[in-house]
């Protein structure tokens, strides 16, 4: 795939000095853009503030309090919380245009819109105390982020907005750490009115998505390979990819194979002509220490807490020598699950499992044509997904 780009730029490199490529490629604007921007490009409100974790990480959360044309002196609006999934941000819920985007539908739709991002990630990349140049700033996982992460950001949205209950909508790694959170603590569980699951992830025994090669090697093999700090970050040579590459019809179908890489995609179902915004937003990283821990669930075929590798270090942080499973059956809140006949990441046998241990299912819906990345980027999302959210959202409201 590097290959592959590298002779796009020459490509590139030779259409620009015969001047051929010129009236062939559109930037979009947002391709520019941080997400405060892109929000405002559309013509919606936004906020941002930073939330500390009891651990001392800091998470840039957004927020779009009312949707375009409303004022805000309006009654108080039902609070929806938007957590995106792994080597992903915030700006998967805005990189489409309004009708197309779910963060600007709900917003529309009466909603308080908060948009969260996980440790680590391009907006979230900040401590109390800690260098993300330390290798001790990203001794973390998922562990964390459903610990931490969750609680630290659903209590700020809470107290900010006055609110007893907030709705959640979680994609992928957004599912696994609330069914993490939600079954093992149970004063956060009950601030969730309801849990929107998309393409959920609990268990990865089926998944056919080609980071199951990290599997097969070792954790050494796999920190000589990647280090100890921060896997798959965006760099300028992304922006420089996304901004003069893969704007270019040309380079569509490159593009897409590269950044979907990990998850698959559907060219039918993409609008292919933004796919500079979505590469110029991700991916946005993670710990190489939060992928360990996707091997060993795929190892394991069980979703439990990180392994440390050795008795003593499982005891300190667990009190026990091995790491706890999760329990996902201990979770009573109301729970709307959507997930993907073609989705390599979330497969649809990992979801047949899944559903009879969630204990109050209210709805489950299988799309036979979705992947991965059609939840928050499909063209037809609107109308597979979120209308039914969104309808399901005002009668919970009503209750």
Same mark, same amino acid.
């Given at each position: ?38 929000? @405002? ?46 080597? =992903? ?7 489409? &245009? ?15 819109? %908060? ?7 391009? %907006? ?19 562990? *964390?982020? =459903?610990?931490?992460?969750? !609680? ?25 750490? =609330?069914?993490?959170?939600? @079954?093992?603590?149970? *004063? ?18 089926? @998944? ?29 040579f992304d922006e420089f990819i996304a901004t003069k590459i893969c704007n270019r019809k040309l380079f569509h179908r490159i593009c897409s194979n590269f950044l ?39 190892? @394991? ?21 091995? &790491? &706890? ?8 809140? !109301? ?16 979801? *047949?499992?899944?559903? &009879? ?24 999302? !609107? ?11 005002? *009668?919970?409201?009503?209750?």
């Open positions: 795939m590097w290959q592959l780009l590298a002779a796009a730029c020459w490509m590139l490199l030779i259409g620009s000095i015969y001047g051929y490529d010129k009236k062939r490629s559109i930037t979009n604007p947002e391709a520019k853009m941080n997400i405060s921007q892109i929000i @405002s490009y559309w013509g919606y409100p936004y906020e941002e503030y930073d939330v500390a974790t009891k651990d001392g990480y800091i998470l840039g959360i957004y927020r779009i309090p009312h949707g375009r044309g409303c004022t805000r002196e309006t009654a108080p609006k039902p609070a929806v919380y938007l957590q995106h999934g792994l080597i =992903a941000s915030a700006s998967n819920w805005i990189c489409n &245009p309004p009708n197309n985007s779910l963060a600007f539908l709900l917003a529309d739709n009466g909603y308080d819109v %908060w948009l969260g991002n996980s440790r680590g990630n391009t %907006w979230s990349r900040k401590h109390l105390k800690l260098s993300p140049k330390s290798p001790e700033y990203w001794a973390f996982s998922f562990d *964390e982020m =459903a610990k931490y992460d969750l !609680p630290a950001t659903i209590n700020f949205i809470i107290e900010k907005t006055g609110q007893e209950q907030l709705y959640y909508v979680g994609h992928s790694q957004g599912t696994t750490i =609330a069914f993490i959170a939600f @079954s093992t603590n149970p *004063e956060l569980a009950k601030r969730i009115k309801v849990f929107f699951a998309l393409a959920p992830v609990f268990t990865v025994t089926y @998944s056919r998505s080609p980071m199951r090669k990290l599997t097969t090697l070792s954790r050494q093999v796999v920190k000589a390979l990647f280090g100890d700090k921060m896997f798959y970050p965006h760099t300028l979907f890489t990990l998850s698959g995609f559907d060219p039918k179902n993409l609008n292919m002509s933004r796919l500079d915004v979505y590469l110029s937003q991700n991916p946005a990283g993670t710990s190489v220490q939060n992928m360990l821990h996707w091997a060993q669930a795929v190892n @394991s075929g069980r979703l439990q807490a990180f392994d440390w590798g050795n008795p003593d270090q499982n005891i300190m942080h667990f009190q026990q020598l091995t &790491p &706890p499973l999760y329990n996902v059956t201990k979770m009573e809140v !109301p729970t709307a699950v959507w997930s993907g006949g073609q989705d390599v990441v979330a497969d649809s046998k990992d979801v *047949e499992n899944l559903l &009879p241990k969630i204990a109050n299912l209210i709805y489950y819906k299988l799309i036979p044509h979705y992947n991965h990345v059609d939840f928050y980027l499909g063209q037809d999302a !609107p109308q597979e997904i979120y209308q039914d959210l969104i309808i399901m959202m005002k *009668e919970y409201s009503q209750n």
